[in-house]
């Protein structure tokens, strides 16, 4: 079965650091495209960060400094490091494939001020 499977969200205070997993069922990992959204309640999905097969990464204004995304293709997971973070960041993360427009089940992150 192909699917993706996040891993990592919690609650944490402001200025404290989470890293999420995205882990891929598959070897279509390594010829896609891999980003992260997130939802916060009663907003549209947004992108956050994303990286290309071979590692070039763009990030959302608004994490830039703060978040780092990277992969392992020989492990077939992504990562995003979140590190300084504040309440506003409170959502749910979401990793997605993107050629083959494969979407994992979401892992919540709550921020506490």
């Known amino acids: 079965q192909v699917q993706l499977v996040e891993s990592g969200g919690g609650l944490v205070q402001v200025g404290g650091s989470l890293r999420l997993s995205c882990a891929a069922s598959g070897t279509f990992f390594r010829i896609n495209d891999m980003g992260w959204y997130r939802q916060a309640p009663g907003k549209q999905r947004e992108l956050v960060a994303r990286?290309?097969?071979?590692?070039?990464?763009n990030y959302a204004d608004f994490v830039k400094g703060r978040f780092a995304i990277s992969r392992d293709n020989a492990k077939n997971t992504m990562y995003l490091q979140m590190d300084s973070l504040k309440p506003e960041d409170t959502a749910v993360y979401y990793c997605n494939a993107e050629l083959n427009n494969i979407w994992g089940q979401g892992t919540q992150v709550t921020v506490s001020s």
């Open positions: 990286i290309t097969i071979g590692g070039a990464t």
